[in-house]
């Protein structure tokens, strides 16, 4: 028997159901029915022409934005590698602190920053946030003391954090849940881009700036970087775009034909006023499957805490300081690579947890080679599989968080926030097992991320049977004629796992 409709989970039927309710005279469901009814070519030919748009207005910006905001996050590893130490004063686990503590002020704002990024314009507010991270990270060459620093070090995580997960909230407003994947990918290369390019500058920075006009290497290194940053934050403020529903830069048909392709992969309408800030909050805080994303987030971003002393570890092979840096180049180029062709693949099979298991086994041997032995070619070897697939399943991760909340977009962006914000809480402890004194070989921290590679890969296939679970849960209630009280999926709503 078919049970009742309980009156507040009427707003997240589907707009298959509203069919019979709606009158022939809602816009709403005239613009549906006018784009559902068109023959397959003509979607897949407007879809393409709307993507090359999309694509070439949105991805070259924050895939800018975002290898800058890791840039300025994490040169001070590079900044390591010449004076910055010696000229502070600090000693001992000093270094570990000073790169945890951004992490203090960068997760405290991140779900704050996410529901407000809702109700504001993302390219003024991402533009401001982004010229802001840029002046603080060039402040740090005026730090004297190992107290400056720190105290630099922890406004710019607290400016820092609007970025990553607006960005992701921003994209999965515009690509639908086969098209984020390799789009996020794109994306996230801007780490790997950074540590690559990263690496390059610091070279020639610490190798041909070092004392020039009376200034330490590493203080030329935080001032360039740094004031790129705040040119490219102005141009973003301009032309990064919004909302589908707002884009001036489309015509009026891309801009209802961009909300219908949303509507229709998820099955239910995406704006972001049809639930309160505090309901989204609430609709994300009761879904069960939040936690166990947060632990799969959270023990994913610890088996990448090498990143952060990676030129430290490459330094261990015996090499000078500049060779070092260059040296992180091609493992970086290579794990671009590899990070753009797994998540194409993830993307056109709707695979998540095989493709992120094979890549976490991949990063788990890396880790245990690099410990087991003191061989320079071994050890190379072992430096191109850490990142390859830690960093690669990574960014399978934070798409598959985006796929799996889709609706409201409230609800989408406090998971999303609240997924990154205690997650990035592992770099706040996670710097603490490199200490100096465990080098070359640093067997503890190395070891622990080995065991922690296995523990995503495990998370990943509980979460792949809780996704089939669920999907046999819709399809029954869906065969009942039956909507559940509450977040309510629409007709054909699958997750993907």
């Known amino acids: 028997m078919p049970t009742s409709t309980p009156a507040k989970a009427i707003d997240e039927k589907s707009l298959h159901e509203d069919e019979v309710t709606k009158t022939p005279a809602d816009p709403m469901l005239a613009i549906y029915l ?27 910006l924050l895939i800018v934005m975002y290898l800058l905001n890791f840039l300025d996050r994490s040169n001070l590893a590079q900044a390591r590698l010449g004076t910055l130490e010696k000229d502070l004063g600090m000693k001992g686990t000093d270094f570990n602190l000073a790169t945890s503590i951004l992490f203090v002020g960068y997760i405290t704002m991140q779900l704050p920053s996410n529901l407000l990024l809702t109700r504001v314009k993302p390219s003024i507010y991402l533009g401001l946030a982004m010229a802001a991270w840029g002046a603080i990270s ?3 060459a005026a730090t004297t003391t190992f107290g400056g620093l720190l105290a630099c070090r922890t406004l710019l995580g607290v400016v820092e954090a609007p970025f990553f997960p607006g960005a992701i909230m921003l994209m999965s407003c515009w690509y639908t849940r086969a098209e984020l994947a390799h789009r996020i990918a794109w994306f996230y290369a801007g780490s790997s881009v950074a540590n690559m390019f990263g690496g390059l500058l610091a070279a020639g920075v610490l190798g041909n700036l070092e004392g020039a006009h009376g200034i330490a290497g590493w203080r030329w290194l935080f001032i360039i970087e740094g004031t790129i940053t705040v040119g490219i934050a102005l141009v973003a403020a301009i032309f990064l775009p919004n909302f589908p529903a707002t884009s001036k830069w489309l015509s009026e048909e891309e801009r209802n034909f961009a909300q219908w392709r949303l509507v229709d992969d998820a099955k239910e309408t995406d ?5 309160s800030i505090k309901d989204g909050l609430m609709l994300a805080l009761k879904d069960y499957r939040l936690y166990i994303f947060i632990l799969f987030q959270h023990i994913s971003l610890l088996t990448q805490t090498f990143q952060y002393f990676f030129p430290t570890i490459v330094k261990t ?12 180049a091609p493992v970086w180029f290579l794990t671009f690579l590899v990070s753009l062709g797994v998540t194409y693949t993830s993307g056109k099979t709707g695979d998540r947890s095989i493709h992120i298991i094979c890549l976490l086994m991949v990063s788990c041997v890396g880790n245990i080679i690099v410990v087991s032995t003191l061989n320079t070619g071994a050890r190379f070897f072992a430096m191109f599989l850490m990142p390859l697939g830690a960093v690669s399943a990574y960014q399978i991760i934070i798409t598959w968080v985006a796929n ?4 409201p977009l409230v609800k989408r962006s406090a998971a999303i926030a609240i997924c990154n914000m205690i997650g990035n809480a592992s770099n706040i402890y996670g710097p603490y097992l490199y200490p100096a004194s465990e080098g070359p070989g640093y067997l503890a921290g190395g070891a622990a991320v080995a065991g922690l590679c296995l523990a995503v890969a495990g998370l990943a296939f509980l979460l792949r049977l809780i996704h089939i679970k669920e999907n046999k849960k819709l399809e029954a209630l869906e065969s009942d004629n039956t909507i559940r009280e509450g977040d309510a999926r629409g007709l054909g709503f699958r997750y993907v796992y």
């Open 34 to 60: 006018k784009y559902a009814s068109q023959t397959p070519q003509w979607k897949a030919h407007h879809t393409s022409r709307l993507l090359r748009k999309v694509d070439f207005r949105l991805l070259p």
């Open 138 to 140: 060039a402040a740090q």
């Open 271 to 275: 704006t972001a006023s049809s639930v």
């Open 317 to 328: 092979l015996g090499y000078s300081k500049i060779a070092t840096l260059l040296l992180t």
């Open 404 to 407: 799996s909340f889709p609706r």
